[in-house]
C-alpha cells in the first residue's frame, strides 16, 4: 500500500511541474493580447530566419512547411534574414486567438542555434 501511494504522490509531482506560464518577453511581444496560455512546445524544429513581417519584434521564423511562427525573443546573435537555425519554444494561444486567422503563428523562443 505504501509502495501506491508513494507513486501516487511522484505523479502528482510530475503533473504539478509541468511549466505553463509565459515569459515576461513573449507578454511583451503580444501585449494586446488577453488570456493567453501556452500551447504545444517544440523542441529543435528547423526555421529559417526572415526579418521582415514579424508582429512586435520584426522577424518571423519560417517552418520547413512554409509556416511563418513568429518570432518573440529570437536571441540577437540569430537576427539575421535567410539564417537556418533550429529553435524549442512554445506557441501561444487565446480564446480569442482561436477565432483568428494570424500570420505569424504567436511563437516564444527559448532557445536557439545555427543549424
Given at each position: 500500500?505504501?509502495?501506491?501511494?508513494?507513486?501516487?504522490?511522484?505523479?502528482?509531482?510530475?503533473?504539478?511541474?509541468?511549466?505553463?506560464k509565459?515569459?515576461?518577453?513573449?507578454?511583451?511581444?503580444?501585449?494586446?493580447?488577453?488570456?493567453?496560455?501556452?500551447?504545444?512546445y517544440?523542441?529543435?524544429?528547423?526555421?529559417?530566419?526572415?526579418?521582415?513581417?514579424?508582429?512586435?519584434?520584426?522577424?518571423?521564423?519560417?517552418?520547413?512547411?512554409?509556416?511563418?511562427?513568429?518570432?518573440?525573443?529570437?536571441?540577437?546573435q540569430?537576427?539575421?534574414?535567410?539564417?537556418?537555425?533550429?529553435?524549442?519554444?512554445?506557441?501561444?494561444?487565446?480564446?480569442?486567438?482561436?477565432?483568428?486567422?494570424?500570420?505569424?503563428?504567436?511563437?516564444?523562443?527559448?532557445?536557439?542555434?545555427?543549424?
Amino acid at each position: 500500500m505504501k509502495h501506491f501511494i508513494l507513486a501516487g504522490v511522484c505523479m502528482l509531482s510530475l503533473l504539478n511541474c509541468k511549466e505553463d506560464k509565459i515569459s515576461p518577453a513573449a507578454l511583451e511581444c503580444y501585449y494586446g493580447f488577453e488570456g493567453l496560455t501556452r500551447g504545444d512546445y517544440v523542441v529543435g524544429a528547423p526555421v529559417t530566419v526572415q526579418l521582415s513581417g514579424g508582429l512586435a519584434v520584426g522577424s518571423q521564423l519560417i517552418a520547413s512547411n512554409g509556416v511563418a511562427w513568429g518570432g518573440c525573443n529570437l536571441p540577437k546573435q540569430f537576427m539575421q534574414s535567410g539564417l537556418a537555425v533550429y529553435v524549442t519554444g512554445y506557441f501561444l494561444t487565446s480564446k480569442t486567438l482561436e477565432t483568428m486567422n494570424l500570420t505569424p503563428v504567436p511563437f516564444v523562443v527559448t532557445s536557439a542555434k545555427p543549424r
